[in-house]
């Protein structure tokens, strides 16, 4: 799957259905859905949707996270499973436009600033940072960094922990 084209970028910004609908492309980009539990690829799963077509939280918010129920382990998950977004109150849409804060400008992004653009507490902000900061160390960009790295603007000696 390619990535979205900056054009198209501030949709999945904006709308919350665009945003989970982006994250199931990048997740599953061959649209082969794997259960994050077992591993078992696409064939043994069944979505679980809701009867009148749009879902509902217990609260009586509509959400557009989809389910799915795993046929193997008997487990439900969504996207969100296994990620950095996991166990997050955060709409999606908001967690995506703090990565595209952090990686956008030259020297990252500082929980404030997160809580001033988003529009949320400064723990939630501060939550997310460490989340996204977290999300780095991970494969598959953990193993991005490897070897001799050359930076250019950099003060002091640039070195791989």
């Not at 859905?33 to 009867?51: E, K, L, M, N, T």
Request: proline content about 6%; some cysteine.
């Amino acid at each position: 799957m390619k990535p979205p084209d900056p054009a198209t970028l501030p949709k999945y910004l904006s709308e919350e259905a665009a945003a989970w609908e982006l994250l199931e492309r990048l997740r599953w980009p061959e649209g082969k859905i794997v259960c994050p539990h077992c591993g078992v690829i696409d064939a043994a799963h069944y979505f679980i949707g809701a009867r009148s077509g749009e879902r509902k939280t217990r609260t009586g918010a509509i959400t557009y996270r989809r389910l799915w129920r795993c046929r193997e382990c008997r487990k439900q998950f969504s996207v969100l499973v296994g990620t950095i977004f996991e166990s997050s109150k955060i709409p999606v849409s908001k967690w995506l436009l703090a990565m595209w804060m952090s990686n956008a400008g030259k020297n990252g992004v500082s929980a404030l600033e997160l809580q001033r653009h988003l529009g949320i507490a400064y723990q939630s902000a501060w939550f997310m940072a460490h989340r996204l900061r977290e999300g780095m160390t991970r494969k598959p960009l953990a193993t991005l960094l490897t070897g001799a790295i050359v930076s250019d603007e950099c003060q002091g000696t640039p070195r791989i922990a």
